[in-house]
């Protein structure tokens, strides 16, 4: 079974608190972006086994595998299988590509092994593979509150706009390193209630937290930002935690 991931941007990322379980509540809007993906061959084997092309880390720990071994717990009778993954979206580029992969997994080893997981059981697992893994499942535009795993769709429309995403050359951003500089703040308006001002409006209104941090870290994704800008878009900003940049042009 082949499938081809998408990958994502955060329109607005708010960093409201941190958790007693080390994680940080925050809100986002998720959208899809078909630009990039991935191709995730998986298939019924005798032993388990795992190829990436286009990655240096250890196969064994890719989230693909982690996806195998928590379906594996629950459902001993899982066969084996056969994983290969060739990279098409930027590794370290705050596009969600290893999250993409983990879910696209769950969804293929449930069909091949015949498990028959609903939405929600296969939402349960993804969001212990990951906190924006869930979002992978849908692929289209929702809110992420929580972690990022809790999940709603939204209903704004972009259809009038052109999504463009560019990935500065050789900056990779760690998450670490982006929380590193950043303040939760939550007491903010809602995000959800900024989407609802027009698309227009967005750039005075709708701000990602890790930018800050990051840009004085890396101002070559600042250069991009303001590069999006002066070629026409009418919002533009930094990704997850770096290091890809998105525009909305209009068409």
């Given at each position: 079974?082949?499938?081809?991931?998408?990958?994502?941007?955060?329109?607005?990322?708010?960093?409201?608190?941190?958790?007693?379980?080390?994680?940080?509540?925050?809100?986002?809007?998720?959208?899809?972006?078909?630009?990039?993906?991935?191709?995730?061959?998986?298939?019924?084997?005798?032993?388990?086994?795992?190829?990436?092309?286009?990655?240096?880390?250890?196969?064994?720990?890719?989230?693909?595998?982690?996806?195998?071994?928590?379906?594996?717990?629950?459902?001993?009778?899982?066969?084996?299988?056969?994983?290969?993954?060739?990279?098409?979206?930027?590794?370290?580029?705050?596009?969600?590509?290893?999250?993409?992969?983990?879910?696209?997994?769950?969804?293929?080893?449930n069909a091949v092994g015949g498990?028959?997981?609903?939405?929600?059981?296969?939402?349960?697992?993804?969001?212990?593979?990951?906190?924006?893994?869930?979002?992978?499942?849908?692929?289209?535009?929702?809110?992420?509150?929580?972690?990022?795993?809790?999940?709603?769709?939204?209903?704004?429309?972009?259809?009038?706009?052109?999504?463009?995403?560019?990935?500065?050359?050789?900056?990779?951003?760690?998450?670490?390193?982006a929380y590193a500089g950043v303040?939760?703040?939550?007491?903010?308006?809602?995000?959800?209630?900024?989407?609802?001002?027009?698309?227009?409006?967005?750039?005075?209104?709708?701000?990602?937290?890790?930018?800050?941090?990051?840009?004085?870290?890396?101002?070559?994704?600042?250069?991009?930002?303001?590069?999006?800008?002066?070629?026409?878009?009418?919002?533009?900003?930094?990704?997850?935690?770096?290091?890809?940049?998105?525009?909305?042009?209009?068409?």
């Amino acid at each position: 079974m082949t499938v081809r991931t998408c990958a994502k941007v955060n329109i607005g990322l708010h960093i409201l608190r941190r958790r007693p379980d080390g994680y940080h509540d925050i809100e986002t809007l998720f959208v899809p972006f078909f630009g990039y993906g991935d191709s995730l061959t998986v298939e019924p084997s005798d032993e388990l086994s795992v190829s990436i092309d286009g990655a240096s880390w250890d196969p064994l720990s890719d989230l693909t595998v982690q996806a195998w071994k928590l379906l594996k717990a629950d459902f001993p009778s899982l066969t084996p299988v056969s994983i290969r993954l060739v990279k098409g979206v930027p590794v370290g580029a705050g596009l969600g590509g290893g999250s993409a992969d983990g879910a696209f997994a769950l969804r293929c080893m449930n069909a091949v092994g015949g498990l028959g997981l609903s939405e929600g059981a296969l939402e349960s697992y993804a969001a212990r593979l990951g906190s924006d893994c869930a979002f992978f499942l849908h692929c289209r535009t929702m809110i992420g509150t929580g972690r990022g795993e809790v999940l709603e769709p939204f209903p704004v429309d972009l259809s009038a706009y052109e999504l463009r995403v560019e990935v500065p050359r050789g900056v990779s951003v760690s998450t670490r390193e982006a929380y590193a500089g950043v303040v939760p703040d939550s007491g903010r308006e809602p995000l959800e209630r900024l989407l609802r001002h027009p698309v227009t409006e967005w750039r005075g209104l709708i701000r990602n937290d890790f930018e800050p941090t990051v840009f004085a870290l890396h101002p070559e994704i600042a250069a991009l930002k303001e590069k999006f800008y002066r070629d026409g878009a009418v919002y533009a900003a930094m990704s997850g935690s770096g290091s890809a940049v998105f525009g909305l042009f209009k068409r």
